[in-house]
């Protein structure tokens, strides 16, 4: 595929630009942006600092075109179901139209299966006319050679979900699915080097990740997504099993390392582990240049979901307003975007706070019981519950009245 | 000598998963390193960009 053009979007400390060659997302401040020829923007009133609040538009969207699925894994996190609700064509191709308006630049298209979905090439393609890098993940069952290479002309990135080889794929997902996805992945890997496996760690395979990584490696794939078990959906009734073990997650950061370089294979964390990273001190000055960010909802990334409401992110939180509605991101997402300002201990003494931004929301409203908790599966909340037993660790939490209108 | 401001920060590579930003971790491990290279590499990227005249639309 020729490489797209970069697309610029003003925000208020520069700008940031996508690019296809190489593969990024940079941000720029205002003297880099006048630098290169860009001009003054309404935007670039008041504080020019990176972080002192919101983007003017997520530079990703996930959208989830159906929470329809016939594979039925046991963890799945939208709760998918054979005959489950989708976007149609029609509202899907709208909701791309109002994300290249406000200037997004990745959309994530998932479900339920998309590639189920008879129009999922057709609203690539829409995406790609406007201007927005399309991807994809798929469980991978549905795919045959014919999708494999229309995909590959049309996709930037397809990553196919394997949370195990072999048996260890049944027992994660409830099905013998292994040899289908494998054979997608060659199907795909055929068409295109941008393919990649997503594996979903728990409890059960946290400690045997080096053979995925291995075979993923053998098939010349180009990532292995490492993503943490999320109590939602199908998930939420069996987290407690599957949750890591504080062993295992104190470890995931530099077993991820190991294995990308054992492997030579980009091996990547998402973004509910960032307390996981944190735990082990990185530089802060490169996190922050890196984009090292935890939940990011609201902000750098949201979700549209088959409803057509926004939310902060595809796992969890409330519905902020329909796609149509041009002010949602304006007014909308304070779950996510004000929980550094309300943040309890341990999270508000923590050094990181502006980076990991205590962690999973999702994990904390469903196992601490609260939204406004602190991340209970980060190593340092742990430790803090460890050395304060009488001390229960509070929701802060926004004020009462918070996001109330005013009444005049 | 003219200031050419600074990039601030570089995500690389495309994330296809649904609604979790992905860290390349061996970025992090070298550090400083990652942070010279990406910024030579995207900043190249960049210029080399907005030196061809059909760049000089503005951005949204």
Sequence with gaps: ?408 | MMRTGKILRVAPGYNPNSSSLGVDVAFLLFGSIAVTTLTLVVGSAVRLWRRTPSSRRDGV
């Design chain 1, 1 to 408: 595929m020729a490489s797209d053009p970069p697309r610029f979007r003003y925000e208020r400390f520069g700008g940031i630009v996508a690019l296809s060659r190489p593969r990024s997302v940079a941000y720029l401040d205002r003297e880099y942006a006048r630098s290169i020829g860009f001009h003054d923007h309404p935007r670039w009133r008041g504080s020019a600092a990176l972080g002192d609040g919101p983007l003017s538009a997520p530079t990703e969207v996930h959208l989830v075109l159906s929470r329809r699925c016939s594979a039925g894994c046991t963890g799945c996190y939208v709760g998918a179901t054979p005959d489950g609700p989708a976007l149609s064509e029609i509202d899907a191709r709208a909701a791309i139209d109002r994300l290249a308006e406000m200037g997004v630049f990745h959309v994530a298209l998932g479900g339920g299966e998309a590639v189920d979905l008879p129009y999922l090439l057709d609203v690539a393609r829409h995406a790609r006319r406007r201007g927005l890098v399309p991807n994809l993940t798929t469980s991978g069952l549905p795919v045959s050679d014919m999708f494999a290479r229309e995909a590959a002309a049309v996709f930037g990135q397809i990553n196919v979900s394997v949370d195990g080889l072999g048996a260890e794929y049944s027992r994660a997902r409830g099905y013998d699915g292994f040899a289908r996805a494998e054979r997608a992945l060659q199907l795909l890997r055929a068409r295109t080097p941008h393919v990649g496996v997503n594996c979903v760690v728990s409890r059960d395979n946290a400690d045997r990740l080096g053979p995925v990584v291995a075979w993923a490696r053998s098939l010349r794939l180009s990532e292995v997504e490492l993503l943490r078990f999320k109590p939602t959906g199908r998930g939420a009734g069996i987290f407690a099993d599957r949750d890591l073990t504080p062993r295992q997650a104190r470890l995931i950061y530099p077993r991820a390392l190991w294995l990308g370089l054992r492997h030579h294979i980009r091996v990547k964390l998402d973004c509910s582990f960032a307390p996981m990273i944190f735990a082990w001190r990185p530089s802060r000055r490169v996190a922050d240049f890196l984009g090292v960010l935890g939940c990011a909802g609201g902000d750098v990334l949201a979700s549209i979901m088959p409803d057509g409401q926004w939310i902060g992110c595809s796992f969890g939180g409330p519905s902020e307003g329909h796609f149509r509605d041009p002010s949602v991101w304006e007014r909308g997402f304070g779950a996510f975007r004000d929980f550094t300002t309300h943040a309890p201990e341990p999270c508000a003494s923590c050094e990181y706070l502006a980076l990991c931004r205590g962690g999973c929301r999702v994990v904390a409203a469903a196992a601490a019981g609260d939204w406004w908790q602190p991340d209970p599966g980060c190593p340092r909340v742990q430790r803090w519950k460890a050395t304060h037993p009488k001390e229960p660790i509070g929701s802060s939490g926004p004020p009462p009245n918070h996001k109330l209108p005013v009444v005049a």
